[in-house]
């Protein structure tokens, strides 16, 4: 009886480690499930003017890899939040920076380089999501 009692004890207690293991790897899959990934690129766009002739276009694209949406996104450019119409150092927004972006999805923002400003060094990106962290993702300011 003790070693039938023995092999059912272990039974037990590896069917409780599989199930802890089991929930921590739901729980872990599930806060992946509420992240919203969001990074920026600098690009030049070739867009066509009021002639049809391309002209060069410079923009933030800003691309949300991850599985949730990203809410109350925020820009800095060098620790400054930044607005449309905003201007810090020689970049001026000339797009609504979004206060949300869909999972997989990305949107582009227009700049201006202006003439005697200083020339930037740093992008911020700010968001939250349904994981309820903030997150942030920087990059330096190279056209």
């Given at each position: 009886m003790p070693a039938?009692?023995?092999?059912?004890?272990?039974?037990?207690?590896a069917t409780s480690v599989t199930a802890a293991i089991s929930l921590l790897r739901?729980?872990?899959w599930r806060k992946t499930q509420q992240r919203?990934?969001?990074?920026a690129e600098l690009i030049q766009a070739f867009v066509?003017?009021?002639?049809g002739k391309l002209r060069t276009q410079h923009q933030l694209r800003?691309?949300?890899?991850?599985?949730a949406a990203a809410q109350n996104i925020r820009l800095l450019i060098d620790g400054q939040q930044v607005e449309k119409q905003s201007q810090?150092?020689?970049v001026l927004i000339l797009s609504e920076v979004p206060q949300f972006l869909e999972?997989?999805?990305?949107?582009?923002?227009?700049?201006?380089?202006t003439i005697g400003g200083e020339i930037p060094k740093l992008i911020t990106v700010i968001w939250d999501d349904l994981s309820g962290v903030n997150h942030s993702y920087s990059i330096p300011f190279t056209l």
């Open positions: 039938e009692l023995a092999l059912g004890l272990l039974t037990a207690l739901y729980r872990k919203a990934y969001v990074r066509p003017n009021r002639n800003l691309v949300n890899d991850g599985p810090r150092g020689m999972p997989k999805a990305h949107v582009s923002l227009n700049l201006a380089l």
